[in-house]
Each structure stands twice: as C-alpha cells, then as structure tokens.
C-alpha cells in the first residue's frame, strides 16, 4: 500500500442551505476517530484545523440563500485545496456540499499547473448540476458542478478560467434530480450513474469504466462524497434524505476500488449534520468508508455497536 501524507481541513461551511448544523461536521469527524484510522493504517496525517471565509458583506437576495458568505468560503477553500494537495493528499472534513465549490476549483487549478487533467467523481443522491438561476430552492449546496463546468450565473464566484470538462466527471448514485437540472443534464457528456443502474448491475463496472478513462489519461481525482449517497437507514445525518440510497457494502466496494486504482488525490467528506446523528452512527460510518478508499481492509475493519 503506497502511504499517504494526509491532510485534514476542515470545512464548517453552513451557507449553502438553510437547515443549520452541519458547521459541526469536522469535529464530528475528528470525535470519531478519523485521524487515528487513517495513521493505523500508515499514513502521516496533518490536522489543518478549520478554514474561514474570506471576509464578506451579507446583502439581502431575493431568491439566493448566503451569497456573498458561500463566496468566501469558496475563495478560501480553494486556496487551502491548492495549498494541501501541493503537499499531500487532503480530505476536506465538511460542511454542506457547497464547500465544492472551493475544493473542486482548487483541485482543478493545482491540475492545471501540472499540466495533468482533473477528474471529479460525485458520490450523491443529487446531480448539483443547478446554477443560481436555475435553483429553485436558493440553496447552493446544489449548484458545484454547474459552476466548475462553467454554466452561467455564478456572478461574483472567482472566476472558472478552464471549466471542467464534462466527460471528466461521474456522478454516483443518483436518486433524487429536478426536472430542470435533468434537461441540463441531458444535454451533457457527464456520466450519470442511478440507482436503477446500481440495482440491474452494480456499481462495480461504471465506476471501473470510469477510472480506466481517469487513469487512461494520467489524470488527478477528486473524490467527493455526500452522506447523502447512502441509505439513511445507515447514514440518518443527512438533511437530503433520500430512501433507496447505497448500501455500506456498497460504499465500502467503491472506496476499496478507489484505493486499489491509486488514482484518489483528493476527497470531499459531506452534508454531515451531527445534530440529525444517531449516537455519532453516520459520523463513524464516514469516517469508515474513508479509511477504506485510505487501505483498510475487510479484515482490519472494527465491529461497530451503534
């Protein structure tokens, strides 16, 4: 196993919805052992402590929840990406799914100055495809890969110089998608994995596609998981449940394909809300699946008395 200098970050972006709470996720992750699972494993492991924004005014919006606030989030955490994947490979410990918007806009730009390009894969029940203009909720969390594949709308955001190709892009247990962002999806290269997909024939084989083309082209990862991926029968600290979701044996199967592919640069942990928490079960079942995609081993996996 190749060992890793991880570097943990954590974002405690609360912008990007209205239901609060999930400012508390990094510590949530830190309580359940993230940093002593990754160093059993043989990793150096770096706690950055927490970002800020950087600084903003709020003005009021008619529709748009937290504006100028996501956008300083997003300009700060797009410098923490570029300034810890130029040193190891960092884990973003969030935070609402907004914080993508930072994290993939630094991955892409660190990609960049390599000359290497930046793969994203999307592990979610929501495609996040919307624009400002197009949510209907107001809600950011739902707007990452409109803006770093450079649909309009994102006025104010740091600018997308080189948008992420679509083709560069898969997203992962889809369940859950509004009817304008699947027109806009449809009009895209970007592979769309549903569960229907994951239930007819798993969710080896597109993953598998998916990472014979990152590694085809030399290319860097970034990984981003929502909790919402997962059934919330097993992961309840959510405040996007969506039933029907993954399996924890089907997380754990794509965390163990990304560590066994070597391709991983870089990971998102999401949308997790300790104050919806079930004596800390979602935080550990996390923190699981990331020490998985990190080495760990069915054999080396702890028993769990939630």
């Known amino acids: 196993m190749t060992q890793q200098n991880c570097i943990l970050i954590g974002a405690p ?3 990007g919805k209205r239901r609060a709470g999930c400012l508390m996720g990094p510590d949530a992750y830190r309580t359940a052992g993230l940093k002593r ?24 919006h008619p529709k748009i ?22 040193d190891g ?51 950011l969390h739902g707007t990452p890969l409109g803006y770093v594949t450079g649909r309009e709308g994102f006025d104010g955001f740091p ?14 247990g889809l369940r859950s998608v509004d009817a304008d962002e699947r027109a806009a999806l449809q009009q895209t290269t970007i592979q769309r994995v549903d569960m229907r997909e994951i239930d007819e ?9 998916f990472l014979s083309r990152v590694e085809a082209a030399n290319g860097m990862l970034h990984v981003s998981l929502d909790v919402d991926f997962l059934d919330p029968a097993v992961a309840p600290a959510v405040g996007t449940t969506v039933p029907g979701g ?33 004596r800390g079960r979602t935080a550990q079942v996390m923190v699981d699946l990331a020490a998985s995609a990190l080495g760990r081993m069915v054999f080396d996996r702890p028993t769990r008395a939630y």
């Open 13 to 15: 972006v609360d912008s």
């Open 37 to 60: 699972a990754l160093e059993n494993l043989g990793h150096t492991v770096e706690d950055r402590g927490n970002v800020a924004p950087t600084p903003f005014t709020p003005k009021p």
């Open 65 to 86: 929840h937290a504006l100028e606030e996501t956008i300083g989030w997003t300009e700060a955490l797009a410098e923490a990406a570029e300034a810890g994947l130029a």
């Open 89 to 139: 490979l960092p884990i973003f410990m969030g935070g609402d799914h907004s914080l993508s918007l930072g994290t993939v806009l630094g991955a892409m730009r660190h990609a960049d100055s390599l000359g290497r390009p930046l793969f994203v894969l999307w592990l979610d029940a929501h495609s996040d495809f919307h624009t400002p203009h197009s949510t209907e909720s107001g809600n």
């Open 159 to 172: 600018e997308i110089a080189k948008p992420l190709p679509q083709g560069n892009i898969a997203v992962i």
């Open 201 to 209: 024939t798993g969710i080896a084989s597109p993953l598998s596609a």
């Open 246 to 278: 993954a399996t924890i044996r089907e997380g754990h199967l794509v965390m163990e394909m990304l560590h066994d592919s070597e391709l991983m640069t870089s990971l998102d942990l999401v949308e997790l809300n300790p104050f919806l928490d079930e």
